[in-house]
Structures are given as structure tokens and as C-alpha cells.
């Protein structure tokens, strides 16, 4: 089992609809939890991280941690064709920057006009 | 721009050579990680120096190897190149395990 699993999609919705991205772990030492979104040949760049359980919301962005079920959430409200890109969760157990970040594979997500 | 540079850009080299990836992280930075991106197997961290030193490694093979200079810039080098190699390697720095910035990889195509 990998330590971090991530739905690969394609997820393809129309312009407004509300997106859900999901992870699952296995090692209940994270402590940091991020989400990442990539352009098409461009470098990852970071949108959100949290710390511990909990939610965390960034204009239409929203993050939610449940680390009793080793799950964390990704939702965007009102998407556009702009958010089409791939979104890679990320962990890190945050041991003083010993521990770097471990990825999901990452989910393709379209938005429709 | 995250201010992480990342040389050269497209690279396109022959089994069994050689190649260094090269890498100048955010100013002030002194964390700096490499991973490697393919279709199948995602982001895959490789190895972390922190101001000059290793201080983590993840999947990376023996015929791979890193260091960072005084000057903070880092390079990978891959060498006894094979198919399997041809990936998107990203360089990313960071300040703290909260964020990381990542550059705009390089292409690495081995034929």
C-alpha cells in the first residue's frame, strides 16, 4: 500500500460546479497536509496546507484534515476553466524539515465552460 | 515565478551517458529537493540538502547523485542513463516543511 493514495481521475465538471478532491494515508505520523496544483509543464505551486485535523478555507478554496480516517479533502466552490490542472495532495510528518514532502499521484481535474 | 531556477529546461541524451540538472533555489533558502515526476509513478522525492548537507533520502538510485555548494545552487547527476530515466525533475526549495516552491523541472528524455 502506498502511503499516500490519490483518485488519478480525469475529472471533468462544468464552470460552477462545486469539485471534491480526496487523499487517504497510511502513515499516521503526518502532521502537515498541503494541496498542490500543476499547470500543464509547469512546476508544482503550493494553494493550501493545514496542520493537524481540522478545516482551513482560502476564498473558494476549502481544506478539511480528518486524521482519525487518514482523510483529507480538497473542495472548490463556483470552478472555473482557469482551475483545470492537476491537484497533488502532499504530506509531511514535519519532524524540523527532515521529512520532506510525500505525494500523491495527483488528479487531472477539467472544468468545462 | 516561485524564484527557484531550473537548467536546463529540455535535455535530450542517449542510453548510458551522463547528464547534471542544475538548480538555484529562493533566495535565503537552504532547503533544497529534488524529485522525479512520470506518468505512472507521480512525484517521487529523491534526496534534501540542508545548507550543504544530505539530510534525506527517498527513492533515489545508485546511479544518481546530488550536492549542494556553498553558494546554496544544487545539481543532479544521472549517470549509465537508461530508458526508464526519461521523467520531469523538479527542484524545490524551501524555508521551513510548511511550504516548498517548486521550479519548472526539466524534461529529461533518454533515447
Known amino acids: 500500500q502506498k502511503e499516500v493514495e490519490q483518485d488519478p481521475g480525469p475529472l471533468s465538471v462544468p464552470e460552477g460546479a462545486i469539485v471534491s478532491l480526496n487523499c487517504t494515508y497510511s502513515?499516521?505520523?503526518?502532521?502537515?497536509f498541503m494541496w498542490y496544483r500543476q499547470y500543464s509543464r509547469k512546476g508544482p505551486e503550493l494553494l493550501m496546507y493545514?496542520?493537524?485535523?481540522g478545516n482551513k478555507e482560502d476564498g473558494r478554496f476549502t481544506a478539511q484534515v480528518d486524521k482519525s480516517s487518514k482523510y483529507i479533502s480538497l473542495f472548490i466552490r463556483d470552478s472555473q476553466p482557469s482551475d483545470s490542472a492537476t491537484y497533488l495532495c502532499?504530506?509531511?510528518?514535519?519532524?524540523?524539515?527532515?521529512?520532506?514532502?510525500?505525494f500523491g499521484k495527483g488528479t487531472r481535474l477539467s472544468v468545462i465552460a | 515565478d516561485s524564484g527557484v531556477t531550473q537548467t536546463p529546461k529540455h535535455l535530450i541524451t542517449a542510453t548510458g551517458q551522463r547528464v547534471t540538472l542544475r538548480c538555484s533555489p529562493r533566495?535565503?533558502?537552504?532547503?533544497v529537493y529534488w524529485y522525479q515526476q512520470s506518468l505512472d509513478q507521480g512525484l517521487q522525492f529523491l534526496i534534501q540538502?540542508?545548507?550543504?548537507?544530505?539530510?534525506a533520502k527517498g527513492n533515489i538510485l545508485e546511479r544518481f547523485s546530488a550536492q549542494q555548494f556553498p553558494d546554496l545552487h544544487s545539481e543532479l547527476n544521472l549517470s549509465s542513463l537508461e530508458l526508464g530515466d526519461s521523467a520531469l525533475y523538479f527542484c524545490?526549495?524551501?524555508?521551513?516543511?510548511?511550504?516548498?516552491?517548486f521550479g519548472q523541472g526539466t524534461r529529461l528524455t533518454v533515447v
Open positions: 524545490a526549495s524551501s524555508a521551513s516543511e510548511l511550504e516548498a516552491f
Open positions: 502513515n499516521s505520523a503526518f502532521q502537515y
Open positions: 493545514t496542520y493537524s485535523s
Open positions: 502532499a504530506m509531511s510528518e514535519g519532524n524540523s524539515g527532515n521529512t520532506p514532502l510525500v
Open positions: 533566495s535565503g533558502d537552504l532547503s
Open positions: 540538502y540542508y545548507n550543504g548537507e544530505e539530510r
